[in-house]
């Protein structure tokens, strides 16, 4: 059995009367969003390997952020 390999893509979606939102998705969804309505949506980055990668992009934080320590208090 073969296990397809998806990539993810983060993009800014227009939103009505609000600044433009980041948002994720897998690239097959993007491709059909893309051919839909061309231009539409942003793409910011592609070719991301998982959707947790894609998360930490959307919202802003560096990739691959090594764990936080608790600080004791």
């Known amino acids: 059995m073969y296990q ?3 990539s993810w893509v983060v993009y800014l979606m227009p939103m009505n009367k ?3 939102m980041k948002a994720v998705c897998e690239q097959s969804e993007w491709d059909a969003m ?3 309505r ?3 949506n942003t793409l910011i980055q592609s070719g ?3 959707e947790g990668e894609a998360e930490k992009l959307a919202r802003g934080e560096p990739a691959s ?3 936080r320590l608790k600080s004791r208090s």
């Open 4 to 6: 397809l390999i998806s």
């Open 18 to 20: 609000k600044p433009a």
């Open 34 to 36: 893309e051919l839909a």
């Open 38 to 40: 061309p231009g539409y």
């Open 48 to 50: 991301i390997a998982n």
């Open 65 to 67: 952020s090594p764990p």
